[in-house]
C-alpha cells in the first residue's frame, strides 16, 4: 500500500483537503469540492448484475477490477463503492472488499470501523430514539400515541432477538411499550447520507423525518422534537467521503453503504459527484441484482442527483446462469451446458431492463476456475444471439490485467453516443401505479395485491401531499418476484405488498414486499466463527 497522500497527490487532492486517518484512509474535506465542482465530469460506469446465489457473483470484485483495467489501458479511473456492514461481515456474507487481485484496502479497517460513518450513524439513530422516549416521559407535549411510534433503534450487528423488545421496564424506566431494532444500514439516516448534498441539506432532511404520529394521528417529525441539530452534529464527520485505495493502488472513494432491498443500496451521491470530477471514468455499484440495485440506482439516486451513467457492465457468471436453471448450488462446479443456456433466461431479463433505461451496456462473464470452455463458449454464443457486448473478466486472478477485454468494451461505448436515461415511472403518477409499473416492466409480474395496512399507509402518505416521491421496492434479491425459490425469470405471476413505510427525509416510499426484515440474523456458522473470515483476510498479529 501507498501512503494515502500519495494516492490523493495523484488525484490533485492537496494535502490541506485530506483529513487523515492513519497512513492509509483519509476523508475528502468540503474545500476539494469546493475547488474542483466547476470541472467537467468524468464518466460514470455502473456495474449491476444478474440476481444473486449463494456462489456469490462478484460485483464489488468487477467495480473494483475494471477501475484497475481502466488505469492501466491510460486512463484515470475511481471505484466509488459502498461501505462494509458489520452484521453481514460476522454473519453470512464476510467482508465486502472484494477478493483475490481486485480488493481494495486496508481491508480490515474497511470491513471493521473504518473511519467512524456507521457508528456515527448508529449514535445519531439511537438518540432520537433516546429522546423520542424522553419526550413521553416528561409530559408528551406534541400528543404522541406509544402505539404509533415508526421509530426503532439500531445497531450494526445481525441479532434476531432486538427484532422485538419492550422497553421501559422497571420502576424508573420510563413508559413500557414494545419497540425493536433494526441494523444501521438499514436506518432512514443512512439513506439521507447517502442522498443529501450539503452538511445543511443533510440536516434539513433529518429534520423532516417523521418517528411517530399523534393521537389524532398527525405526524411527528424530528424538527418538533428539536432533534436534528444534536443529530447532524453526530454526522459531521461522516459526511465526508472516504478515500482509500486498491490492491493496485487505484483510488476507492467509498461512503455510505445504504441495504439493497430495504433502501436503494448506492454509496452516496457526494462521493459519487466528487469522484467524477477527479477521475476520467468513476466505476460504481448498485446493490444485488438489477432489478433491486440498477432499477433504484436509476430512479432513485439519478432522479434526485441528476447523475447519469454513461455506459452499465452487468456480472454474470456460469455457477448463476445454472443455478437460475434449477441446479442445486453443490453441482454448480459440474459441466452442464443446457443449464447455462436455460439459466441464460434471467441474464437476458436484465440486459433488456437496462436497455428500457436506455443504457448501453457490456455484459461481463466473471470467471472461476471450474468453467469449461464448452460453457464459456455455449454463454457467448446466446450473447451474440441476443447482440449484447460480452467479454471475459478475470479480475481475481489477474487483477487490472484480467479487466482488459470489458474495460476496452466499456470506453468504446462510453466513446460513442450515450444514452438518455428514461425513468420506469413519472413523479406524478400514484404510488400504486409506480408499483406496478416496477411490477409490470422491470420484474415482469402481472398483478399486485395490497394489505389492508398497505392501503391505509398509502392514503395517508396522500393526504400528506407525498405521493410524487419514488418508490422503493424491498423485496428478495434472489428473484425478480417476491418469492425467493421462483428462479430464472418467471412470468405473470402476484406480488403482494405486505407494508408501506414513508422516509419522508430520504425523499422516497419503501414498499414491503415478501418476507424482508430490517434486522437479518446469524446463520448456523456465521463468519465471526472463524479467524479468517472469508474476504477479510486475516487480522495478522492478532491471535
Not at 86 to 100: E, F, N, V
Not at 210 to 230: C, H, M, N, W
Not at 431 to 450: D, H, M
Request: charged fraction near 25%.
Amino acid at each position: 500500500m501507498k501512503n494515502i497522500q500519495s494516492i490523493a497527490a495523484a488525484l490533485g487532492i492537496r494535502e490541506d483537503e485530506l483529513d487523515l486517518y492513519g497512513k492509509y484512509k483519509a476523508k475528502l474535506s468540503a474545500d476539494l469540492w469546493e475547488r474542483t465542482k466547476k470541472r467537467q465530469d468524468g464518466k460514470l460506469i455502473l456495474v449491476t448484475a444478474m440476481n444473486p446465489t449463494p456462489a456469490g457473483e462478484g460485483k464489488t470484485l468487477t467495480t473494483i477490477g475494471l477501475s484497475q483495467a481502466i488505469n492501466k489501458l491510460g486512463h484515470s479511473a475511481i471505484a466509488a463503492l459502498r461501505e462494509p456492514s458489520l452484521g453481514p461481515c460476522m454473519g453470512i456474507k464476510g467482508g465486502a472488499t472484494g477478493s483475490g487481485r481486485s480488493q481494495v484496502v486496508p481491508m480490515e479497517d474497511i470491513n471493521l470501523h473504518f473511519t467512524g460513518d456507521m457508528h456515527a450513524i448508529t449514535a445519531a439513530h439511537n438518540l432520537l430514539s433516546s429522546m423520542i422516549d424522553n419526550h413521553i416521559h416528561h409530559g408528551n407535549e406534541l400528543g404522541i400515541n406509544p402505539k404509533k411510534i415508526v421509530w426503532k433503534r439500531a445497531v450494526d450487528m445481525n441479532d434476531r432477538s432486538l427484532r422485538q423488545i419492550v422497553v421501559g421496564l422497571g420502576d424508573t424506566g420510563g413508559m413500557t411499550r414494545e419497540d425493536g431494532f433494526m441494523i444501521t444500514v438499514a436506518s432512514e439516516i443512512m439513506a439521507i447520507l447517502c442522498l443529501c448534498e450539503s452538511i445543511t441539506d443533510l440536516k434539513k432532511k433529518i429534520g423532516e423525518m417523521i418517528v411517530a404520529y399523534t393521537f389524532d394521528g398527525k405526524p411527528v417529525t424530528v424538527s418538533q422534537l428539536k432533534a436534528e441539530r444534536a443529530m447532524t452534529v453526530l454526522l459531521k464527520d461522516a459526511i465526508y467521503p472516504n478515500l482509500v485505495q486498491t490492491i493496485e493502488e487505484t483510488p476507492a472513494i467509498i461512503h455510505g453503504g445504504p441495504f439493497g432491498n430495504i433502501a436503494h443500496g448506492c454509496s452516496s451521491i457526494i462521493g459519487t459527484r466528487l469522484a467524477l470530477k477527479l477521475a476520467d471514468y468513476v466505476c460504481t455499484e448498485a446493490g444485488f441484482g438489477a432489478d433491486l440495485g440498477a432499477e433504484k440506482f436509476f430512479n432513485i439516486k439519478c432522479r434526485k442527483s441528476g447523475l447519469t451513467p454513461q455506459a452499465a457492465v452487468i456480472v454474470a457468471t456460469i455457477k448463476a446462469l445454472k443455478y437460475n436453471a434449477g441446479v442445486p448450488k453443490q453441482e454448480l462446479h459440474l459441466e452442464n451446458q443446457e443449464a447455462v443456456r436455460h439459466g441464460f433466461k434471467n441474464l437476458k431479463r436484465h440486459i433488456e431492463n437496462i436497455r428500457q433505461f436506455g443504457i448501453p451496456l457490456v455484459v461481463a462473464l466473471n470467471h472461476f476456475y471450474t468453467d469449461t470452455e464448452e460453457e464459456v463458449e455455449a454463454f457467448f454464443q446466446l450473447c451474440r444471439e441476443f447482440s449484447v457486448e460480452a467479454a471475459v473478466s478475470k479480475v481475481w486472478e489477474l487483477g487490472g490485467e484480467g479487466g482488459a477485454e470489458p474495460a476496452r468494451k466499456i470506453i468504446e461505448l462510453t466513446e460513442g453516443q450515450s444514452g438518455k436515461l428514461s425513468f420506469t415511472y413519472e413523479d406524478g403518477d400514484s404510488i400504486p401505479s409506480k408499483i406496478e409499473q416496477i411490477v409490470r416492466k422491470i420484474y415482469r409480474g402481472k398483478t399486485v395485491t395490497y394489505s389492508q395496512s398497505a392501503e391505509k399507509s398509502i392514503r395517508q402518505i396522500e393526504e400528506l401531499g407525498l405521493s410524487h416521491l419514488p418508490v422503493c421496492i424491498a423485496k428478495t434479491q434472489y428473484s425478480f418476484s417476491d418469492n425467493p425459490k421462483l428462479l430464472g425469470a418467471p412470468v405473470d405471476f402476484e406480488m403482494h405488498v405486505r407494508e408501506i413505510k414513508l422516509s419522508a427525509g430520504a425523499g422516497f416510499i419503501v414498499v414491503m414486499m415478501g418476507q424482508i426484515m430490517t434486522m437479518p440474523a446469524l446463520p448456523k456458522r456465521p463468519s465471526a466463527e472463524q479467524l479468517d473470515i472469508d474476504g477479510m483476510g486475516t487480522i495478522h498479529g492478532l491471535f
